[in-house]
């Protein structure tokens, strides 16, 4: 059974970073095609995709987020960290990870958790 | 800047069928999006329906379907269900890793 879930820090202050794990189970990080991705979702709003890093370390982000976001990779955890700098109220909102199949698919998604930016 | 367009809302009657569509707000969706469709209902997370335009995810049944039409994506359910109102969400893959999710479709069954 492919299982995701996000942990980490639920509120933080503007300016601060944020950094979110995603610890997976049932495949591998390191098969070819696959990939982690994050998505959030702002309060009553769309989903908005984020970023994904694939079995071969290569990272691709939003474009508007530019150098705020950061994705790595821990095989030996099974574990995906998310890390944005810099964080706004406007980043508040539920972040989740997604398995990537076959480098282009979304397949399983986390239970994602809930972020707030608040001083 | 690419949108990707979805109807905000829709309604069905149960039995009824109805297709869901996405597009883009310049230029035509094709297989080469590999567009998906996924499901949210209200404080849950999103759970994938079709995937590769027209691939069931594991679990949906049959009477879930994507394809082309037109210069669209289309998601059609077959004979609604009260468990299908929720919102639709698509997402198209814009090449070099990148995706864009449409605004997603709220259907209610009534």
């Known amino acids: 059974q492919i299982t995701l879930k996000e942990s980490g820090r639920t509120l933080v202050k503007p300016t601060q970073t944020l950094t979110l794990t995603c610890s997976v189970s049932g495949f591998s990080l390191n098969t070819s095609g696959a990939g982690v991705g994050w998505v959030r979702q702002p309060p009553g709003k769309a989903l908005e995709w984020l970023g994904v890093i694939y079995w071969d370390d290569h990272q691709r982000n939003r474009p508007s987020l530019g150098t705020r976001l950061t994705i790595t990779r821990d095989t030996s955890k099974n574990e995906v960290v998310l890390r944005m700098t810099n964080m706004d109220v406007v980043d508040t909102g539920t972040y989740y990870c997604v398995r990537i199949r076959d480098l282009l698919h979304f397949d399983n998604w986390g239970q994602g958790t809930a972020v707030t930016v608040s001083s | 800047q690419t949108v990707v367009t979805q109807e905000p809302s829709f309604s069905v009657s149960p039995g009824e069928t109805v297709t869901l569509t996405c597009g883009l707000s310049?230029?035509?969706?094709?297989?080469?999006?590999?567009p998906s469709w996924h499901q949210q209902t209200p404080g849950q997370a999103p759970r994938t329906l079709i995937y590769?335009?027209?691939t069931h995810s594991s679990g949906v049944p049959d009477r879930l379907s994507g394809s082309i039409l037109g210069n669209k994506a289309a998601l059609t359910i077959t004979g609604a269900q009260a468990d299908d109102e929720s919102h639709y969400y698509c997402v198209l893959y814009m090449g070099s890793g990148l995706w864009v999710f449409g605004a997603g479709t709220k259907l209610t069954v009534l």
């Open positions: 590769n335009t027209r």
């Open positions: 310049s230029g035509s969706v094709s297989t080469s999006h590999y």
